[in-house]
Nanobody, 126 residues
């Protein structure tokens, strides 16, 4: 059973960079599509970046295109989100999410497609 643990959130100045990590403490993520979502206080959870099971396809929210990069290391059961040129509007709690095993083609930002979620890591840009 996959359990996800995020890390890497921090307080950073505008224009700075961060790298978020999401490790599966149990079970493999190699056969699941993965995604990063974020939620700021008073707002809906939004998809930020998604990656297909074989890493052949990635997708990004328009607000982060060209600044964020999602990647995965299936050997280490780890999902990453590299964030550059951070802006104040990127401030949020970031969650990684895992899709169903061997399910789904490509990428999606539908939260319902991700039954497993981490506890979140806080990113503050100020």
């Amino acid at each position: 059973h996959v359990q996800l643990v995020e890390s890497g959130g921090d307080l950073v100045q505008p224009g700075g960079s961060l790298r978020l990590s999401c490790v599966s403490s149990e079970g493999t993520i190699s056969n699941r599509r993965m995604a990063w979502f974020r939620q700021a206080p008073g707002t809906k959870r939004e998809g930020v970046a998604a990656i297909s099971r074989l890493s052949s396809t990635t997708a990004y929210a328009d607000s982060v295109k060209g600044r964020f990069t999602i990647s995965r290391d299936n050997t280490d059961n780890t999902l990453y989100l590299n964030m550059m040129n951070l802006k104040s509007e990127d401030t949020a709690t970031y969650y990684c999410a895992a899709g169903r095993s061997w399910s789904g083609v490509g990428t999606t930002f539908d939260p319902g497609a991700y039954p497993v979620w981490g506890q979140g890591t806080q990113v503050t840009v100020s």
